[in-house]
């Protein structure tokens, strides 16, 4: 995207290969916009970007230069944020009359039954059919992959209340590699669409005020812009806001699309840290850093579901300021600092002295967060463990980021984050310091366990009681310490007591 790009006063999005323009508000979201346009196999089910039947497939950049097919809940990304982007629906997966190979054995293995939730399974599926990387795994090195490759989690967004998963994971791994003549494989190789700088603007229909959507060429742009109109709404996956517009009908007076600025993107390595642009996806964090932190690599494959992290980015979840995010404990274990942006300059922050209050920070109006600095070296040990009703696809009780040093038998460092025991995400302070300089023995570990307890203020809630809360805190640190153990193949009698 370059700084002479054509600004636009109304959206263009290719849909299936056609041309479709966007004349609506700015808060429509892509789903609305499709089903309008006559394509309904995409549904609302949530509205919240749990369910996964609004998948849709979009054309996305590439680390290689070329184009990755990626799946996404159409129901929280606003229209206007797809102007000049290829979308694909279940109904363009087809040629004529013939099935797309996702399609076919959807149909012949039974994979449904009411169909509500077929169209968003199909799309999820297709994206991860075309994934580069499946056929290296088709090995089956990885338990969630099945002998083709295919990477089970990828349908992790996508639920059915009907059918039952057996059939659908058996259609999946029933998927050979595309064939010659693919279109949609083909299409691959050439980059994909960039994001011309947009300038929409027009009256809601429900509530008659007016509402702007503006996706700058520039960071300069963007932040001249928050400088000037501060109580602009920033986005770059919507995969907070676009709730807040569904379930709470919220609206605003300007929004400002920032995902594919590209200052905001890309991993920087250096001597002393490793920079992550605010703007990249958890999808993309998860695929380039390929395990080189750690502790994120063992947080990533918890957060939400694929779908939401084909979207949502690592400065967004910071900038919401939630106390339950699940980055926040991890990146505050790894001693992470922010690069806080403003049309004055630049600041660096901990992520420690970020968070003030309930989804408060120290962010100043006008200003955003860039990037992301984990300082190197790092921790040796660590663990991330997220407390929570389901597995995967759920949001945190209580979620703990653990990165600790431990030389000759002596802790050295230790850094422990905590999520959904306070109104803020916080580190345990208390208890890092009775860790570092005592021996790492499973009695240091109790001792630091009931400390641990103490820390935070929990409440009780929907998620989990207060009661609850601290139990899961207190055992939390031997479970760690088992994990350690386990890995290391210590004494079968400590692993047995730290259980």
Request: negative net charge; contains cysteine; hydrophobic residues 40%.
């Amino acid at each position: 995207m370059s700084a002479m790009a054509t600004e636009r006063s109304t959206a263009e999005i290719s849909v299936n290969g056609t041309a479709h323009e966007f004349t609506g508000t700015p808060h429509t979201n892509a789903l609305d916009f499709i089903r309008g346009e006559g394509l309904t196999a995409a549904k609302e089910g949530c509205a919240e970007g749990e369910c996964g039947a609004c998948a849709i497939m979009v054309a996305r950049p590439d680390s290689d230069g070329g184009t990755r097919w990626t799946s996404i809940n159409s129901c929280l990304l606003p229209a206007a944020a797809l102007d000049g982007q290829e979308v694909i629906t279940a109904e363009g997966l087809a040629e004529g009359e013939h099935f797309h190979p996702v399609q076919e054995e959807m149909a012949v293995r039974g994979g449904s039954q009411c169909g509500y939730c077929t169209p968003g399974f199909i799309c999820s599926m297709a994206a991860e059919y075309y994934r580069p990387e499946r056929a290296g795994d088709a090995a089956g090195s990885d338990h969630h992959c099945g002998p083709n490759g295919f990477d089970i989690h990828s349908l992790s967004g996508n639920l059915c209340r009907c059918t039952g998963y057996r059939p659908i994971r058996d259609a999946a791994y029933a998927l050979g590699q595309p064939e010659a003549g693919d279109a949609i494989a083909a299409r691959r190789d050439q980059p994909a669409p960039t994001s011309a700088s947009t300038d929409i603007t027009r009256a809601d229909t429900a509530t008659g005020e007016p509402g702007r959507f503006r996706r700058p060429s520039t960071l300069a742009e963007a932040l001249d812009i928050l400088a000037a109109e501060p109580e602009t709404i920033v986005i770059a996956g919507a995969t907070d806001w676009g709730v807040e517009v569904n379930i709470k009908g919220a609206r605003a007076k300007s929004i400002l699309a920032i995902d594919r600025l590209p200052e905001l993107r890309g991993i920087r390595y250096t001597e002393d840290f490793v920079e992550i642009g605010a703007a990249h996806t958890l999808t993309e964090l998860e695929r380039e850093l390929a395990g080189t932190i750690p502790l994120l690599g063992k947080l990533l494959p918890q957060f939400a579901s694929r779908l939401i992290r084909n979207a949502a980015t690592i400065g967004g979840n910071l900038g919401t300021g939630s106390p339950i995010g699940d980055t926040p404990p991890a990146l505050l274990a790894l001693e992470a600092e922010l690069v806080l942006a403003s049309a004055t300059g630049s600041r660096v922050v901990d992520l420690a002295d970020y968070f003030t209050g309930y989804r408060q920070t120290v962010r100043e109006p006008g200003e955003l967060i860039a990037a992301i600095r984990i300082p190197l070296p790092l921790a040796p040990l660590t663990s991330f463990q997220k407390i929570a009703k389901r597995r995967f696809d759920d949001i945190s009780s209580v979620a703990i980021g653990y990165a600790v040093t431990v030389e000759d038998g002596i802790v050295t460092t230790a850094r422990l984050g905590l999520g959904g025991v306070a109104a803020t995400p916080l580190r345990a302070t208390a208890t890092e310091a009775l860790l570092e300089g005592a021996p790492w023995t499973l009695e240091t570990v109790r001792a630091a366990a009931d400390t641990l307890a103490a820390e935070g203020t929990p409440m009780d809630d929907h998620r989990a009681s207060a009661k609850y809360r601290t139990a899961m805190l207190r055992s939390s640190l031997e479970r760690f310490y088992a994990e350690v153990l386990n890995a290391s193949g210590g004494p079968a009698s400590e692993k047995e007591a730290a259980r």
